[in-house]
Structures are given as C-alpha cells and as structure tokens.
C-alpha cells in the first residue's frame, strides 16, 4: 500500500456485508482503521437467523455463542477488506453489551441488577479462537439499548494498518498491577501511539473465596473501598484515584507516562459520581488535560465498580506533541477537559453535548414537558452537536468530511431516527463509521435535557502543531 493511500481518507464496506443504513462499516485513513459498530444484523430484519436461538432447541446453544462469531466473521471481513488481518492489526476494542438494571432508585444507590449480563464466556471463546492476538486493547460496557432490539453484543474498533518497521507490541505488568482475566493487553504500543485498556477499581479477586467482607461484596481492590459504617468517604473518590494509580503504572510500563495522554474515556455507573471523579481527574491531570468522553449511566462489567477508563497516549519517546482545543465562543467545555486535542493526524473531541455557554441543554433544544410530540429535540440536538463538530474540524484544518468514526450515545435509541436525518445532511456522501447505544438508569446522560452525546475522531493532517 503507498504512502498516499494510507494517508488518503478512505470508506471501507465489504460487498458480502449489508450496508448500514446511513453510515460506513469503517473508515481508513493515515493509516488508521475506524470501525463502527457491528451486529449479528442484516439492518433489515432484526438479529439474523444464525444468531437466534432454536425455540425448540433453546438448551443447544449459548446467549453469545452464535452472535458473536457472526460478528467476529464480520469484523474479520471488514479488516480484509481494508488490507488489514484480524489476527494481526486490531489496537482497540469496544464490546458494547446489552445489560439488565436495577430500579432507578437501587441504580442510583449504586446497587446492580447482578448479575447484569449473560456470561461472556462464550465470547472470550470465539474472540480467543477467531482473534487470538492479545495485544489488543479492551473495553467492555453494559448499556440499556443496542439498535437491534434482540441483540446482546454490538463492537466496535480501531485498527492500524501494517507498516514495514512499525511493530505492535504488548507489555507486561508489574506484578503488584492486577492482571486482566481475558485476553487482551492493558497497554499496547504501535508507533507512536500507546492504548491502555479499560481499567476500574479491580485487583479481578475482590471478595471471592474470602470470609471477611469489607462492605458489599464485589470484585473491588481493598485499597479503593471506603468503610462503610461510617458517613465519612467517598466511593467513587477512592475507585478513581486507584484506577489512576494503576493506569500510571501501566504506561510507566510502556515507556510513557500520563501527561501524554491524548484522548480518555471514562464511564462513570451515575451522574451523581461525576463530581467525586471530577476531583480526582483534576489531581492527576491539574493543566493541560486531554480530551475526554466522559459517558453516565452505564452498568460495569465488574461487580462494585462505579467508573472505568481507558487511554491513548503519545509513547514517551515520540516527537509528535499534542495541542488542546477550547472554542473561545462555543458550548461549555464537558468539564476539566478541552473540546478537542489534536496530535498527530487526528482530532480526537471530548463528549459532544448540545450545551449552551453555561453548560446547559437551551429550553429550545428540549422536549417540550408539556407538548412533548411538537419538538424534535434529537434532530435540533444532533444539528448542534455537528455545529460544533464544524468549527473543531476547522481549528485542526480539517473539515466535516474528513470526520472517520463516531460513538453516539443516546438517552433512548427512540431518537436514532431523528439523529440519523440530520447526520445523512451533514454526510451525504461516504459517511463516518457509526456505534450507537442507549444508556439506562434514569437520567442517564450528563446533562439534564440532553437525548445524545458524541465523541468523534477526524482525519486532520495538518502538521504537527505546538501549543
């Protein structure tokens, strides 16, 4: 493949596969492969035959088995069609899963519909038989809704495409790091770029198999518990700050450190946790913080924990350097993060919410309380979200089409409809790669008001620019 080409943005839908109503499988651009989100679907009749249970037969297979091979089958199709292999080139995972909740007011409490999702043993079977590579990093989330109301798994990804010289590599933990339980690496290293994992506040031991229990029991590292007995901590205070520690151990361990993170996701169970979070976000990253999708009301994967994050880093030894991006007249930053961080070839944007300069969600861009079917706020959200996406694109000299994947979450995926007018308009032609999802928990969004937020990454090759 020439220089040109992997640097020229490029749409990439395999003829075998359906086509997405409205977006691309995937996007290749400067080198980089971005996958929307894939489902055992035929986008026209639901989950697809193989991926159904038999009626008849329900004890013959296993929630995930079949759909998840359909879509490994599928991500392995897109991969090839794109130049890259599935068992060599994938950098970042995102498993989306369909989870159970409790009530509102347990969910608020911090309390989980345990166990919240099917076992994902099948999957970790056919991800280590159809990957196999570990040297990947994960992230697995539960969440309310996936487009295809049946469905219980929706992934999606970024590879890198091969270069002669540029070698992907995993690392190893320090022992005293807690080491994942399935196969995936917590920092893996190709080029200049370090991806560290999803991480909360595990050592994946918790209180199996002990007889002394520090609170409720879970799967929670001691050193990030909060005695329970007494009005004076904070869970989520302590669950960040260890998470933070860990994830610092593991880029020391690839050669780099915080400072040089570009891009983070953070998913937090509540929006009450985001203040507690914000605190210690703000100790680790006082200036110059990297942007950040910081997405509410998700159900975790590991029992007892209320945040997870993950991470793309600069290596310690690259000389691309990074450049924050505030919009001086825009929506409220999401928080103690800029809009947007450029570095490299890209753009990666903190959550897009359609925010006023206070940040609020405008009355104009809600539903009406009263008159709730005479206002169409995805649609009105959605064309301000892109607004704001416009003028990003444009300080990194790049422009909506050059926009290469998008993760929307939703407060309902009711409004998917309506958001995908206004992204048809605003992508006509060779659309992003698209991952949608529906959060749960009652309000689940970080603003009140609010039906969506987007994080996106654009193809921006405008030189590496100095703050």
Same mark, same amino acid.
């Given at each position: 493949?020439?220089?040109?080409?992997?640097?020229?943005?490029?749409?990439?839908?395999?003829?075998?596969?359906?086509?997405?109503?409205?977006?691309?499988? %995937?996007?290749? %651009?400067?080198?980089?492969?971005?996958?929307?989100?894939?489902?055992?679907?035929?986008?026209?009749?639901?989950?697809?035959?193989?991926?159904?249970?038999?009626?008849?037969?329900?004890?013959?297979?296993?929630?995930?088995?079949?759909?998840?091979?359909?879509?490994?089958?599928?991500?392995?199709?897109?991969?090839?069609?794109?130049?890259?292999?599935?068992?060599?080139?994938?950098?970042?995972?995102?498993?989306?899963?369909?989870?159970?909740?409790?009530?509102?007011?347990?969910?608020?409490?911090?309390?989980? !519909?345990?166990?919240?999702?099917?076992?994902?043993?099948?999957?970790?079977?056919?991800?280590?038989?159809?990957?196999?590579?570990?040297?990947?990093?994960?992230?697995?989330?539960?969440? *309310?809704?996936?487009?295809?109301?049946?469905?219980?798994?929706?992934?999606?990804? &970024?590879?890198?495409?091969? *270069?002669?010289?540029?070698?992907?590599?995993?690392?190893?933990?320090?022992?005293?790091?807690?080491?994942?339980?399935?196969?995936?690496?917590? !920092?893996?290293?190709?080029?200049?770029?370090?991806?560290?994992?999803?991480?909360?506040?595990?050592?994946?031991?918790?209180?199996?198999?002990?007889?002394?229990?520090?609170?409720?029991?879970?799967?929670?590292?001691?050193?990030?518990?909060?005695?329970?007995?007494?009005?004076?901590?904070?869970?989520?205070?302590?669950?960040?700050?260890?998470?933070?520690?860990?994830? %610092?151990?593991?880029?020391?361990? !690839?050669?780099?450190?915080?400072? *040089?993170?570009?891009?983070?996701?953070?998913?937090?169970?509540?929006?009450?946790?985001?203040?507690?979070?914000?605190?210690?976000?703000?100790?680790?990253?006082?200036?110059?913080?990297?942007?950040?999708?910081?997405?509410?009301?998700?159900?975790?994967?590991?029992?007892?924990?209320?945040?997870? &994050?993950?991470?793309?880093?600069? !290596?310690?030894?690259?000389?691309?350097?990074?450049?924050?991006?505030?919009?001086?007249?825009?929506?409220?930053?999401?928080?103690?993060?800029?809009?947007?961080?450029?570095?490299?070839?890209?753009?990666?944007?903190?959550?897009?919410?359609?925010?006023?300069?206070?940040?609020?969600?405008?009355?104009?861009?809600?539903?009406?309380?009263?008159?709730?079917?005479?206002?169409?706020?995805? *649609?009105?959200?959605?064309?301000? &979200?892109?607004?704001?996406?416009?003028?990003?694109?444009?300080?990194?000299?790049?422009?909506?089409?050059?926009?290469?994947?998008?993760?929307?979450?939703?407060?309902?995926?009711?409004?998917?409809?309506?958001?995908?007018?206004?992204?048809?308009?605003?992508?006509?032609?060779?659309?992003?790669?698209?991952?949608?999802?529906?959060?749960?928990?009652?309000?689940?969004?970080?603003?009140?008001?609010?039906?969506?937020?987007?994080?996106?990454?654009?193809?921006?090759?405008?030189?590496?620019?100095?703050?």
């Amino acid at each position: 493949m020439s220089e040109q080409s992997r640097s020229a943005r490029r749409v990439v839908n395999p003829p075998s596969m359906p086509a997405p109503p409205g977006w691309s499988h %995937a996007v290749a %651009a400067g080198g980089w492969l971005f996958g929307g989100g894939l489902m055992a679907t035929d986008y026209r009749d639901g989950l697809r035959a193989e991926a159904r249970t038999d009626p008849d037969r329900p004890w013959a297979s296993e929630p995930l088995d079949a759909e998840s091979r359909l879509i490994l089958d599928d991500l392995g199709a897109v991969l090839a069609a794109a130049g890259c292999d599935r068992r060599r080139d994938l950098v970042r995972v995102w498993q989306w899963l369909r989870a159970r909740y409790p009530d509102d007011a347990a969910y608020a409490a911090g309390q989980a !519909a345990w166990p919240a999702f099917p076992s994902g043993t099948p999957y970790a079977r056919n991800l280590g038989a159809m990957v196999g590579d570990p040297q990947r990093s994960s992230t697995g989330i539960g969440v *309310r809704q996936l487009p295809v109301p049946e469905a219980l798994l929706s992934v999606d990804f &970024i590879a890198v495409e091969p *270069r002669p010289g540029v070698e992907k590599r995993g690392f190893a933990m320090p022992d005293d790091v807690p080491q994942p339980k399935i196969g995936y690496s917590p !920092a893996t290293r190709i080029g200049d770029w370090v991806f560290l994992a999803g991480f909360g506040a595990t050592d994946f031991k918790g209180d199996w198999m002990a007889t002394a229990h520090m609170g409720p029991r879970g799967m929670i590292a001691p050193e990030a518990r909060v005695n329970p007995y007494i009005w004076l901590g904070s869970e989520i205070e302590a669950q960040t700050d260890y998470t933070l520690r860990m994830m %610092a151990r593991m880029a020391e361990a !690839a050669g780099t450190s915080l400072d *040089r993170c570009v891009k983070a996701d953070v998913t937090v169970r509540h929006p009450s946790d985001v203040a507690g979070m914000e605190r210690i976000w703000r100790r680790y990253f006082p200036d110059d913080p990297p942007a950040r999708n910081l997405v509410t009301g998700a159900e975790l994967v590991i029992k007892g924990t209320r945040v997870e &994050i993950a991470m793309l880093l600069l !290596a310690g030894d690259s000389a691309l350097s990074r450049r924050g991006i505030t919009l001086a007249d825009g929506p409220a930053p999401p928080g103690h993060a800029p809009h947007a961080v450029h570095a490299g070839d890209f753009l990666f944007t903190s959550g897009l919410l359609a925010l006023d300069a206070t940040g609020k969600v405008p009355a104009g861009w809600r539903a009406g309380a009263d008159v709730p079917h005479f206002r169409s706020p995805a *649609r009105d959200q959605a064309t301000a &979200i892109l607004d704001t996406l416009s003028r990003l694109c444009a300080e990194a000299g790049a422009s909506l089409a050059d926009v290469c994947k998008v993760q929307a979450f939703l407060d309902d995926l009711a409004h998917l409809p309506e958001m995908l007018g206004a992204w048809r308009e605003a992508f006509p032609h060779e659309p992003p790669a698209l991952s949608a999802v529906a959060m749960g928990g009652g309000d689940p969004l970080i603003a009140p008001g609010a039906v969506m937020q987007w994080d996106a990454i654009v193809h921006a090759p405008a030189g590496d620019k100095t703050a």
